[in-house]
């Protein structure tokens, strides 16, 4: 399923920001992974948050690579009483926001800062202090540039039911009945590096030869508790404009029971394809699911693992 | 022009780890988190890191939700002489973290702990102390959940010249010459919740005529240095498998001048269109730049910033 990391983003709630708890969020880069660390640290209040009578509103400020700006954002956080958190890279723009924060009673944490530096220590090197932002710097084109906007636009190219031939080329193969996520998760996966290929299983419908020529260990099945591919495909049709009577079929418990059956018989007939459960799960952690399956097949390694070189 | 955060993905390298520092990341989740914030840690050390003689290795080990398996982790960083950085959300797993690592000698830094706990204090709520993969935590189907599907399948759908009536319904829409990163862009927008169309510009061909009817504040345009144009369409054609007979044109320097003065003409007669700049910028900091404008246009704030309510 999608990833929730939550509220990415809704307009609607965007306007309505009355009783939140403000948190701002400053970066001298683009924010994300700012935004990524507090969506995380968000999902262990998810018991008391907009649903639950205490909501947060975030506010994200990226981009922010002069003092006065930043001092401008501090202040405004001691006026609306928010808690302030920072990735910022030049250690004199880190010192300012934390004296600034410290003057006006804000309370703060330097989201990045330890990690770099116990990195630094580790390798024995000094941070740059450079944002990635700054001028002259520039992103080069490597190998790995290439390589990752291929796997995007290959992703894309395969969507629903990718040629034969094409499956050949992919690194992974998803297979799963209409709506359990393989688009997302294909697309997600592809922004990793990944070439990913899909094969929709459709009830009665034979899955294309090549699908069983190919490597087998680069294939993963997704399978679903019925009950919610109902309410998902019941939600498709109708943002797709069904009235209920075309294609009723789709969403029909039977239907979707039957379908899931037919889906079961083929994995139980490829017991080498992985079957990895989606419901309840965001696409992020069944991406992380797969590419652990995925590597730990590659490797030969000791103790699986993930590893890449920098 | 293309995340790099550095060495997603390099199945070459992952094999050569001779030499290289070794760095351990161990999440009870996805270990998205981790790995997202230490990307951007090395993005501080780049001026040492594999091309310039002092390599990183890092080894993801997700869903670690057993302490037993935590402590093998850990033994075999302390074998290794590795760094650990982990994000553990159950508070015994992170004490054992931190006992095991000082018994064995590892350094350590928890990456989200204190995120989480300066949230806590904030808000006056203790985290739940549930990792997201736990049993019986289910993603609920929010309006949200489905609202982002759509948003990566209308992106998907709409790749390299939406159809006409669809560019209504985009978010926002981009335009620029052929290898300005329009797809990877729409990609990773969509992927936050942007409804995403682009429309190419290809020398001499006209504009499609909805584009000016549409709502003109959502139209990003995409300029890039003429020569890293040339250099990424030589690699295009390259991959493409182009002889460097058959549409020779698309990365000759004097065509990729005139297309790219062509684009300028057009967007200058479009004042209202932001022109972002792509040389040398990762796909995710070009983002952060559409985003950041996208929101300052909407808002009537006082203070531009990108809003979410929780
Ligand atoms: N490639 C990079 N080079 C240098 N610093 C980076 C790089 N990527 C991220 N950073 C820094 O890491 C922090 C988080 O980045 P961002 O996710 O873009 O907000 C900011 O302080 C950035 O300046
Ligand atoms: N929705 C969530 N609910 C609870 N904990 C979460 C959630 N998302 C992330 N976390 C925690 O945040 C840390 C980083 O998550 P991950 O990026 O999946 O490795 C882990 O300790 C997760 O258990
Ligand atoms: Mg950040
Ligand atoms: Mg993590």
Chains 1, 2 share one sequence.
């Not at 419908?205 to 508790?225: G, H, M, R, S, W």
């Not at 418990?253 to 037919?262: A, Y």
Request: hydrophobic share 40%; net charge neutral.
């Amino acid at each position: 399923l999608w990833p929730v990391q939550q509220g990415e983003r809704s307009d609607e709630e965007e306007e309505d920001v009355a009783g939140g708890k403000p948190i701002y969020m400053v970066s001298d880069g683009t924010g994300w992974t700012a935004e990524h660390s507090v969506n995380a640290a968000l999902g262990q209040f998810e018991h008391c948050l907009v649903d639950r009578g205490c909501p947060v509103n975030t506010h994200l400020f990226s981009g922010v690579d002069e003092e006065e700006r930043l001092m401008e954002i501090i202040k405004q956080a001691a006026k609306e009483g928010a808690l302030l958190l920072y990735t910022l890279a030049d250690p004199s723009m880190a010192e300012c926001a934390k004296h600034a924060c410290q003057l006006w009673g804000v309370p703060f944490t330097d989201i990045l800062g330890p990690t770099t530096e116990a990195i630094a220590t580790h390798i024995g090197v000094s941070p740059s202090g450079i944002p990635r932002g700054a001028p002259g710097r520039n992103l080069p084109l490597t190998k790995d540039y290439f390589k990752r906007i291929e796997a995007v636009e290959f992703t894309i190219k395969q969507d629903d039911g990718a040629q034969p031939k094409n499956l050949k080329m992919a690194d992974i193969v998803l297979v799963g009945v209409s709506r359990t996520g393989k688009t997302p998760l294909s697309i997600y996966l592809s922004q990793k590096g990944y070439k990913v290929a899909n094969v929709p299983i459709v009830m009665g419908v034979a899955l294309p030869q090549t699908l069983f020529e190919i490597d087998q260990y680069k294939i993963f099945a997704l399978t679903i508790n019925p009950v919610i591919l109902q309410t998902i495909r019941r939600a498709r049709a109708k943002s797709l404009g069904f009235d209920g009577q075309t294609r009723s079929n789709y969403s029909e418990m039977d239907h979707v029971r039957e379908e899931l059956g037919f889906a079961g018989r083929i994995f139980a007939q490829n017991p080498v394809w992985p079957v990895i459960e989606v419901t309840g799960k965001a696409i992020e952690e069944t991406a992380a699911v797969v590419v652990r399956i995925y590597h730990d097949r590659k490797q030969k390694c000791s103790m699986p693992r993930i590893s890449k070189r920098y």
